[in-house]
């Protein structure tokens, strides 16, 4: 992948799956509460390596 999804799309087996299992078990999440504000729900990672 070299772009974001876009909103609205299908996004892909993983994100049907987990909304079809946190429908059926709310232990799972709220998967569209990653939609709602994608500026809030990104994550950023970075990684230090000392010599």
Known sequence: ???PA???QNLGGPW???K???AKQPDF???D???RD???SKMMTFTV???
Do not use: E, H, Y
């Open 38 to 40: 994608i500026s809030q």
């Open 33 to 35: 509460q990653f939609l």
């Open 6 to 8: 876009v909103v609205g």
């Open 29 to 31: 999440g709220r998967p």
């Open 20 to 22: 079809k299992i946190a």
């Open 49 to 51: 390596t000392f010599r």
């Open 16 to 18: 049907t799956l987990w």
């Open 1 to 3: 992948m070299d772009k």
